[in-house]
């Protein structure tokens, strides 16, 4: 089955500079590639997804990459603000009605 | 996407009892799923709740501990069965929005004590 390692499990950036985070799949079928946000005391939030017919998508400070050849994506965020801390998880799916398979998660600070 | 109300948001139980958790859905919906995340942990996806029949379950999770309904396309519970501290986590459900989309309720906080 599928497998995603995410990295790393702790993030701290300054205010305004750029945050990224990876993640490797095991699954060369697997063709969706979200990633959400989640706060505390609160559910997972989808944030941004991916798809294997495309190699990046943007959605104004945050983009999502995917490479896969060497089966990784990851999550960059720009001009990071304080709002921004929070824990990332990314995930991957092969296809269809199979359950999304979730990393670890990134806790992300964004230091004022 | 579709709003998720899930109650109760968190619960403070007493070992060897029972929690049954609700997931209201404001649309119909084909897929519902109920996951886990134990304290600083990932999502651990214990069930499919399928509509009108039995649930299926993944490795390590059974019906006779996680037993859920799914009575029709907008509503499923779950129950956590003779709890012990180890079952402390949130519990979450959610729900397909298409196109492989997944959506999430705010979550149950569960504490056994």
């Known amino acids: 089955g599928e497998n995603v390692e995410q990295h790393p499990s702790t993030l701290s950036v300054q205010e305004g500079d750029s945050a990224v985070i990876k993640c490797t799949y095991s699954?060369?079928?697997?063709?969706?590639f979200p990633w959400y946000k989640q706060e505390l005391g609160k559910g997972p939030q989808l944030i941004i997804d991916i798809r294997s017919n495309v190699g990046e998508k943007k959605d104004q400070r945050i983009a999502v990459t995917l490479n896969k050849t060497a089966k990784h994506f990851s999550l960059h965020i720009t001009e990071t603000q304080p709002e921004d801390s929070a824990v990332y998880f990314c995930?991957?799916?092969?296809?269809?009605?199979?359950?999304?398979?979730f990393g670890k998660g990134t806790r992300l600070s964004v230091i004022a | 996407s579709a709003v998720i109300s899930q109650k109760p948001s968190r619960d403070i139980c007493q070992r060897g009892t029972s929690l049954t958790i609700q997931c209201q859905v404001d649309s119909q919906v084909t897929m519902m799923f109920w996951y886990r995340q134990q304290p600083g942990q990932s999502l651990t996806l214990i069930a499919t709740a399928n509509q009108g029949s039995e649930a299926t379950y993944e490795s390590g999770f059974v019906i006779d501990k996680f037993p859920i309904s799914r009575p029709n396309l907008t509503f499923s519970t779950l129950t956590v069965s003779n709890m012990s501290p180890e079952d402390s986590s949130i519990y979450l459900c959610?729900?397909?929005?298409?196109?492989?989309?997944?959506?999430f309720g705010s979550g149950t906080q569960l504490s056994v004590l």
């Open positions: 995930a991957a799916s092969p296809s269809g009605n199979t359950p999304l398979v």
């Open positions: 959610s729900v397909g929005g298409g196109n492989e989309k997944l959506f």
């Open positions: 699954d060369s079928a697997s063709n969706y």
